[in-house]
């Protein structure tokens, strides 16, 4: 039995990721390419997937690159600087996580605002 690159579950004979995190990624995938994260988690919290699990999700660093939460993150930090000071359901361990990666990898598409179209 081979465990989920995901949550770590038993994922099946020759599977790297259960069924759950398959129906996650399939959700993520419909979404697009501009979604908000509460649209994400609306989205996720529509499976039959468990909150747990949903979190072991986002949090999973596959590749060294970021977990899910981060890759998606630095993509919308637009509408995400905006959100944090409007969600009430933002957690300051979800805030401190976002900010820790922003320091650690300030990248100019991560910045907030329009893009600058004089920057190398
Ligand atoms: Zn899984």
Redesign the pocket.
Known sequence: MAN??????K?GLLKK??????EMLEVIKKLGDHFSFRELLDGLMATSVSNE?IE??LETDINGQGSIRDMITARMTNDLARTMGQETDMSPQKVKTIRELEKKNPTPNDLPGHINPYRR
Do not use: E, S
């Not at 989920?4 to 579950?9: K, P, S, V």
């Not at 990721?17 to 398959?22: K, S, Y």
């Open positions: 989920c690159i995901y949550c770590q579950c994922a990721t259960c069924q759950d995190c398959l699990k072991k999700f």
